[in-house]
Every structure is written in C-alpha cells, then in structure tokens.
C-alpha cells in the first residue's frame, strides 16, 4: 500500500468525485458550494488527496490560518477503512503544513466515534474537552489537537 500512495491537493477537477464521496461517507454530507470553496481559496483552506494509484482513497478539508490549522473533514473511502489510508494522509498533512509554519492543529470528532478518536490519537491529537450538544443531533463533540 505504502508504495503506491501519493498525496496532492484537490483541484475543481476533483470536484464531482469529492461530492459523491461525500454523500456516500457522511450523513451530513456538505453540498457541492462549500467543496468548491475549500478548492478556489487556496491562501486559507485546502483538501489534501490521499490516492493509490489514481484513485482517491481518503481526504482531509482544513483550513489553515497564522499558525493554526483546523481540520473540518477527515474521511476515507468506506472499502479502503482499515489500511493505514487515514493515519497517512493524517500524518503527511501535518508533516506538510509544519514544514509552512504550523503550530496548531486541531479538530471536533464525536464522542460515540471511537475507531476516529483512536485514530487521531494515534496520530498525536490529545482530548482538550467536550462541546455539549455540539453536533445537530445534540451529540457532544470532543475537541482534540495537537498543540
């Protein structure tokens, strides 16, 4: 797996993929606008692909601003779960955003979330506390970082 692994940002190219994505991975699957936004305002946000081969298998939307990156999505393929595929693009999006000055990073999971709470530990983020009914459906988020 490793071996063919490539990262790279997102292009409008990539926009019809991403949105069906998306759909299929999350119950509150953003719209097509905030996709393309992530895309079009490169200074401040951006989505990091993670593919093998040419295939996009996983992707990360942050937003980077001064020395601090929040991470607003985190998501891989649903039949590529369980190969490295999010402790990767998870580690390469740090390593990266580092290297341009990033201090800060951090991002809200849900409390019930437990294979992305394991997951985002094992990339270094720690538990920083709980939002009460942080999500729609009144669910505490947990806000985790790595400061």
């Known amino acids: 797996m490793k071996e063919e692994l490539t990262f790279r940002e997102a292009s409008r190219f990539d926009i019809d993929e991403l949105?069906?994505?998306?759909?299929?991975?999350?119950?509150?699957?953003w719209s097509r606008e905030p996709l393309e936004s992530q895309i079009s305002d490169t200074a401040t946000r951006g989505i990091l692909l993670s593919l093998n081969r040419e295939e996009i298998v996983a992707y990360i939307c942050y937003y980077f601003v001064?020395?601090?990156?929040?991470?607003?999505?985190?998501?891989?393929?649903?039949?590529h779960r369980c190969k490295g595929y999010g402790i990767s693009i998870l580690d390469e999006l740090v390593s990266s955003?580092?290297?341009?000055?990033?201090?800060?990073?951090?991002?809200?999971?849900?409390?019930?979330?437990?294979?992305?709470?394991?997951?985002?530990?094992?990339?270094?983020?720690?538990?920083?506390?709980?939002?009460?009914?942080?999500?729609?459906?009144?669910?505490?988020?947990?806000?985790?970082?790595?400061?």
């Open 19 to 29: 949105y069906f994505l998306e759909r299929d991975i999350f119950s509150d699957a």
């Open 66 to 79: 001064a020395d601090s990156v929040h991470i607003a999505r985190v998501a891989v393929k649903k039949n």
């Open 97 to 147: 955003l580092k290297a341009k000055g990033a201090k800060e990073f951090s991002l809200e999971v849900r409390k019930s979330n437990e294979a992305a709470i394991g997951l985002y530990e094992k990339a270094g983020f720690v538990n920083l506390g709980e939002r009460k009914n942080y999500y729609p459906d009144g669910e505490t988020g947990i806000m985790m970082g790595i400061l």
